[in-house]
């Protein structure tokens, strides 16, 4: 897990240093202040970075993208859904997670021969 923003080194440290929230973040916080990284997820816009939550894989496919406007906030726990909603796919290729399912939960299967079953 990587924290990537568009501030330079020394506005993380900064944070750090006086954000009690901040303070408890126990990954990575990367420096993006040319925007290359930002500009490669597709969420650099006119000098700043939009609030960009993206899942890779393993092999370095995106499994999902969540992107959001500086205004709006994110909810991690739809993204900790999401999270281990592509891990249990990954490990049930012939499942897929429905709309609404939470961790702990069974997948659906997916084919043709499902299809309209649910």
Do not use: C
Not at 22 to 49: E, H, L, T
Not at 67 to 80: A, D, S
């Amino acid at each position: 897990m990587l924290a990537i923003s568009t501030d330079k080194i020394f506005s993380h440290k900064v944070w750090h240093d006086i954000s009690p929230r901040v303070k408890k973040v126990k990954f990575p916080m990367v420096a993006d202040p040319d925007g290359s990284i930002s500009k490669s997820y597709g969420v650099y816009r006119n000098g700043f970075s939009l609030r960009g939550t993206f899942i890779v894989d393993p092999k370095g496919i995106i499994q999902v993208a969540i992107v959001h406007n500086l205004p709006i906030g994110r909810n991690i726990n739809e993204i900790y859904r999401t999270l281990k909603a592509s891990q249990y796919a990954s490990k049930h290729p012939n499942q897929g997670v429905p709309a609404n399912w939470k961790p702990g939960e069974k997948g659906v299967f997916t084919g043709i021969e499902y299809v309209g079953k649910l």
